[in-house]
């Protein structure tokens, strides 16, 4: 007897509850230790069905890496467009804290995990791209109005490198040397915009 094929519909909804169930089992362990045939144990499904809506692991956790830059997107898309530019930027550096505070690993998996270890098709590499165009276009609206000095594509480079940082070390539990995140952030946050900043023009001289 055939195989009853299943609607697009139920395809997705498997599509997404596997990308959970390996999300789960990599926050319990690691990206190395998830296996196919571990989700579909976990799924209570055959690996041959999970093989048919994954070609291997890479493509599952690609899927899952676009839904999280998107869960991460949704977080920058709050702050607020019509604030002035140097708020804007210092609004997109905390929601981007706020979402690697709020979900670790989904954070980790986004931008510490060996990129090797996990090719970007178009869909993923559009959803960062997302990201990283809003802080851009933050950036070079910054410039635009004369409030920092600088080629925009490098500053916001600077920024996010500053920001990840900073992030990755409260993640590893780094900040131990008597400083912690809480103190640090405010404080390069201010560094970063003011070594940058055009101050004649943010005080309208």
Not at 26 to 45: E, F, H, L, T, W
Not at 89 to 100: H, K, N, Q, S, T
Request: with cysteine.
């Amino acid at each position: 007897m055939a195989r009853k094929s299943l609607s697009p519909d139920q395809i997705n909804r498997f599509r997404d509850q596997f990308c959970d169930t390996a999300y789960e089992l990599y926050k319990n362990a690691d990206y190395d230790a998830v296996s196919m045939r571990g989700i579909a144990k976990a799924m209570q499904c055959s690996p041959m069905m999970a093989y048919r809506y994954f070609a291997n692991k890479d493509a599952v956790f690609a899927a899952l890496r676009s839904r999280l830059f998107g869960q991460l997107g949704k977080y920058l898309e709050q702050v607020p467009a019509q604030l002035d530019p140097l708020a804007r930027l210092e609004g997109l550096a905390l929601a981007y804290i706020r979402f690697a505070r709020e979900h670790p690993h989904a954070y980790r998996l986004l931008y510490v995990v060996h990129r090797h270890q996990l090719p970007a098709p178009p869909q993923t590499e559009a959803a960062q791209g997302h990201t990283g165009n809003m802080l851009f276009a933050a950036t070079r609206q910054a410039v635009d109005r004369g409030c920092l000095r600088g080629d925009p594509a490098t500053l916001a480079h600077l920024f996010w490198a500053a920001v990840h940082g900073l992030v990755s070390l409260h993640l590893a539990g780094q900040l131990n040397q008597g400083v912690g995140f809480d103190d640090l952030l405010p404080a390069m946050l201010r560094s970063l915009l003011q070594q940058h900043s055009d101050i004649n023009a943010i005080a309208g001289t």
